[in-house]
């Protein structure tokens, strides 16, 4: 068991670190979006006015950020979830049903991943793009997807060992409820 808890603090700086990618694609969206703004309102010379790519680049740095950042948050219990029950029932039963959610969310982790690789390869394969202000292939926005739905399976795992070995009572992260 040590062992797994070796690998899970190692699995858990990986996912800090990719959390801290999240933060600086924030920022360097923040940038872009100033910078459009700016460009478009002060005319300057030998620059463009605005732009012209900046939308849709920061709707790829939206995205981007929510696939750094969820599997962080998912660990430190800081996702969405609707708990209300489970503080008010019995907590083995609570505990059975944080099982149940765990292997439920496992399970959708995989189909997810096993889909978003199917269609990124199918992507990549068929050599589509997307055609907007930017001509880019299609698949770049589509492999994120899978990898970060291997890494929140893995931490839903993670979830179960934890769970596991705990009190036999519902998590008591994120609660909203006492």
């Known amino acids: 068991?040590?062992?797994?808890?070796?690998?899970?603090?190692?699995?858990?700086?990986?996912?800090?670190?990719?959390?801290?990618?999240?933060?600086?694609?924030?920022?360097?969206?923040?940038?872009?979006?100033?910078?459009?703004?700016a460009l478009r309102n002060f005319a300057i010379k030998g620059l463009p006015i605005g732009l012209a790519w900046?939308?849709?680049?920061?709707?790829?740095?939206?995205?981007?950020?929510?696939?750094?950042?969820?599997?962080?948050?998912?660990?430190?219990?800081?996702?969405?979830?609707?708990?209300?029950?489970?503080q008010a029932i019995p907590a083995r039963l609570a505990w059975?049903?944080?099982?149940?959610?765990?292997?439920?969310?496992?399970?959708c982790c995989v189909v997810i991943a096993w889909y978003g690789t199917q269609a990124a390869w199918a992507s990549y394969v068929s050599g589509a793009v997307n055609i907007k202000t930017l001509v880019t292939p299609e698949w770049w926005a589509l492999a994120p997807l899978p990898l970060v739905f291997v890494l929140l399976g893995i931490e839903m795992i993670f979830r179960m060992v934890r769970l596991q070995n705990g009190p036999r009572g519902p998590r008591h992260d994120a609660v909203s409820a006492s």
């Open 96 to 107: 059975t049903f944080e099982w149940l959610g765990d292997l439920i969310g496992f399970s």
């Open 1 to 37: 068991m040590h062992r797994l808890d070796s690998i899970s603090r190692i699995y858990g700086r990986f996912l800090s670190a990719l959390s801290l990618l999240g933060c600086a694609i924030l920022m360097a969206m923040m940038l872009l979006i100033v910078a459009d703004v």
């Open 54 to 86: 900046s939308t849709e680049i920061s709707e790829l740095m939206l995205y981007l950020i929510t696939m750094c950042v969820a599997p962080w948050l998912l660990r430190q219990g800081q996702h969405i979830r609707v708990d209300i029950v489970l």
